[in-house]
């Protein structure tokens, strides 16, 4: 058999796992607050959010063809395929340590981070596409931003509307409505996060020669929204509790408001093409909506770490990445 078939199917063995892991570690991200404040049973949520994962996962493909092509030119690559396979070993390493350990940190983070470590260990600075890969570091920078700023916005506007209404009536009504925003946050979080593992795999389908363009197969785009649904299938119960109760104690109306923000931020990057880390949009949404409701209420020791989680992730993947492909090179090639 070519040895190419082999070493691709190792590739889409890779990226579908690292597509699986990040169903489970980031289903926190679309039920946490529905689980913490018992809009929905967990194990109906953890379906739900599976299922709607599916359906956004199948719906676009603007963000893969972005994975694809702007860190790095695959079809100028020497050695592509091998820069996949070191990328998704770091991104899964980093991805299961830091579910272990309960942190929300990014998968988008950890695999664009590791797809540049990568690059840099088989070809140099000059692997780089200097201007892809910088639209991509502040699309995932800025967009926790804008996060925290609309689930502020939110917050205060529910606030102001709801402040002399009864806080039982209002917490029974947003508590039905997170079942609605539990969904559309699943389906945000399937449009861009599956794309990454279809890119990747895109990307190295280019590499080998075998495709010359970043459209996306339908059998890539089908095994990744599989696999993510599989994935959250599973829940990830201790970044769940993280973001469901350590951020600040979160009741209908806050969950509610967090879930419209931080889904209305994915959905738009998913739109424009960008990847996003829904790790960091959603709980910068939580942080701006606590803020929100009372600045004091905010743990914000906890807040600090899980950001310093974020900012680690990119530095410590490049380099992880980076090693493991020049033991590849030496074992391999």
């Known amino acids: 058999m070519d040895t190419t078939y082999i070493v691709l199917g190792v590739v889409v063995f890779l990226a579908l796992a690292f597509d699986f892991i990040n169903g489970f570690h980031d289903t926190a991200n679309a039920i946490a607050t529905s689980v913490s404040t018992r809009a929905l049973k967990p194990r109906v949520a953890i379906l739900l959010a599976a299922v709607m994962n599916f359906v956004g996962a199948i719906t676009f493909t603007g963000v893969a063809k972005k994975i694809g092509g702007s860190v790095a030119d695959p079809a100028k690559l020497s050695h592509g395929v091998e820069i996949v396979i070191a990328a998704l070993i770091s991104a899964i390493a980093w991805n299961l340590i830091t579910w272990w350990f309960g942190i929300p940190s990014s998968s988008s983070h950890a695999l664009i981070g590791s797809l540049a470590g990568a690059v840099i260990s088989a070809e140099g600075l000059d692997g780089i596409n200097a201007t892809g890969f910088l639209d991509i570091i502040k699309a995932l920078i800025f967009s926790p931003l804008i996060a925290f700023t609309l689930g502020f916005i939110i917050m205060w506007i529910l606030k102001k509307v709801f402040a002399r ?169």
Do not use: C, Y
Not at 168 to 187: D, M
Not at 235 to 264: L, Q, R, V, Y
């Open 165 to 333: 209404s009864s806080p039982h009536q209002v917490n029974k009504g947003f508590r039905t409505g997170q079942i609605v925003t539990a969904a559309f946050q699943s389906f945000t979080h399937g449009t861009n996060d599956a794309q990454k593992a279809m890119g990747i795999i895109t990307f190295a389908l280019v590499a080998a020669g075998l495709q010359d363009h970043l459209e996306v197969p339908l059998w890539v785009k089908l095994s990744a929204a599989l696999s993510m649904a599989l994935g959250t299938s599973v829940g990830g119960w201790k970044i769940i509790k993280t973001m469901g109760t350590k951020i600040f104690k979160i009741e209908p109306i806050n969950g509610f408001a967090a879930d419209i923000g931080s889904a209305t931020v994915i959905l738009v990057a998913t739109m424009i093409h960008f990847p996003v880390s829904t790790t960091h949009v959603i709980t910068s949404s939580i942080l701006g909506v606590g803020s929100a409701k009372r600045f004091s209420s905010v743990r914000w020791g906890m807040a600090g770490r899980i950001v310093i989680s974020w900012i680690v992730t990119i530095p410590i993947t490049m380099l992880f990445a980076a090693l493991v492909f020049q033991i590849i090179d030496w074992l391999f090639l």
